[in-house]
């Protein structure tokens, strides 16, 4: 009698498990947990980001850190709400609204403000770029404002599973908080 009751429930868990697994398999929860990614700082995220900003020769090493650490403070800050999905056989779309912090506007002024008092940004008579870059820094290390965004991922099942399709530049950007229209 033990035996049947402790096959039913390892046969009743083995179920459950099978049954959560294609619950998470949704284009919603896929799209859920990638954003979840982004919040809590994966390391597919990061390496990402590391690739990004690695790739800026503009930055010293300071500032690269400095940049990444403003990013990541902006994952981990940004909330979102997803606001529909349309599943079409094997494809999907998973519309979202995410809130992050507004670096776009930001940016536009202190381009601005570089075309204005380039003189602030020089050194020994000519433009220094470590200058400015310090001042960019500390001028999105300050940012405070949040955009809302609304973005539409795509996914394509393959062999039973969602996978979100690779984000597109813009996307990124909206993520990020530097599109710009």
């Known amino acids: 009698m033990k035996k049947i009751i402790a096959l039913s429930i390892l046969a009743i868990l083995m179920c459950g498990c099978s049954l959560t697994k294609?619950?998470?398999?949704?284009?919603?929860?896929?799209?859920?947990?990638?954003l979840n990614r982004y919040q809590t700082l994966d390391n597919s995220v990061l390496d990402d980001l590391n690739d990004?900003?690695?790739?800026d020769l503009s930055f010293d090493e300071g500032q690269r850190e400095t940049y990444k650490d403003i990013i990541k403070s902006n994952y981990q800050k940004m909330t979102y709400e997803i606001k529909n999905a349309e599943e079409d056989g094997e494809e999907a779309i998973v519309t979202a609204e995410i809130e992050v912090i507004n670096y776009t506007t930001i940016l536009t002024d202190i381009k601005n403000y570089l075309k204005e008092f380039p003189e602030e940004f020089e050194e020994n008579g000519e433009y220094s770029e470590s200058k400015y870059n310090d001042y960019r820094l500390e001028q999105l290390k300050?940012?405070?404002?949040?955009v809302?965004?609304?973005v539409d991922f795509t996914l394509t099942k393959v062999?039973?599973?969602w996978i979100v399709d690779d984000l597109s530049?813009?996307?990124?950007?909206?993520?990020?908080?530097?599109?710009?229209?």
């Open 169 to 181: 530049n813009e996307i990124r950007d909206k993520i990020n908080g530097i599109y710009e229209k």
């Open 22 to 34: 294609d619950l998470d398999n949704t284009p919603t929860k896929k799209v859920e947990a990638l």
């Open 148 to 150: 809302k965004y609304t």
């Open 52 to 55: 990004v900003v690695n790739g």
């Open 142 to 146: 300050n940012a405070k404002e949040k």
């Open 159 to 161: 062999d039973g599973q």
